[in-house]
């Protein structure tokens, strides 16, 4: 069982909540992750049914993060559409020697315009450190690619009552160095480890909500309240379209990063219409 938040708004807080409720003009933003998943033709079969669903309606951005080898051919398929392509790694070098890692050049060069950055399958299973994360997101930045950078924490984290703890550290040494300007090209996206991988868990709205008021506090206090307020946050983990509304209903949770679901062009494109809130997406409870 996972714990509670380990803290409720303060009363100072509760102010500053609402105001960014007043502010909270940013529009939407959903990715699909495809992680290792597809092959070549079920790569762009989903490209292609999501390309022919997503509609003219750009009231939500979306992009979606194949794998390296599927990059140009679903970026052909997606070429003239609302939908952006985008990697789910780089390694921070031009070019060079660097056997089986690709550069942010190449990744423009095929067409993507996002990079995640600091997924947790990357921090935890293949041991990247904040300080290589903050390596990767200047100079990802620097080439002009948007960064997705994804902070969380794990269970036992959470239960040790650390989550704020570890989100700061995350984005106090994942940004270090880097300038407001810089920045402008950056979101967040929240991704609890404990949430990802349709195990049961997700997070609650409320904790998901709270949890990205930690992170606009702490970037706010980093880089001003300006670049916090248009600083775009993403929840990712176990998101469905059974819970998309009430996710992304939240003041504070401006979109989704999501992993299983964006393999069904279905379930994906029921997501994005969970964003732009249409009223008939409300009844839509699977
Ligand atoms: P799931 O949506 O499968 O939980 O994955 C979330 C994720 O890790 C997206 O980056």
Known sequence: MVGRVSREPADSDKGRVSAQRRQDTRQKFVVGNWKMYTTAEQAGRLAKAIVEGVGIDDRVSVAV??????????????????????????????????????????????????????????????????????????????????????????????????????LGRQLIKGLAGLSADALAHLSIAYEPVWAIGGRGHHATPQQAQESHAVIRRRFGRMFGERAAQSLVIQYGGSVKPNNAVALLDRHGVDGALIGGASLNADQFLAIIRAGINEPKTRGEQP
């Not at 559409?81 to 790694?89: I, T």
């Not at 067409?111 to 995640?116: F, L, M, N, S």
């Open 65 to 166: 993060c194949p794998p390296f080898p599927y990059l140009a051919l679903v970026g052909e398929i997606l070429k003239g559409s609302r939908v952006a392509l985008g990697a789910q790694n780089l390694y921070p070098e031009k070019e060079g020697a660097f056997t089986g890692e690709v550069s942010p050049t190449m990744l423009l060069d095929v067409g993507c315009k996002y990079v995640i950055l600091g997924h947790s399958e990357r921090r935890h299973k293949l041991g990247e450190s904040d300080a290589f994360i903050n390596q990767k997101i200047g100079v990802a930045l620097a080439a002009g690619l948007r960064v997705i950078l994804c902070v969380g924490e794990t269970s036992d984290q959470r239960e040790a009552g650390r989550t704020e703890a570890v």
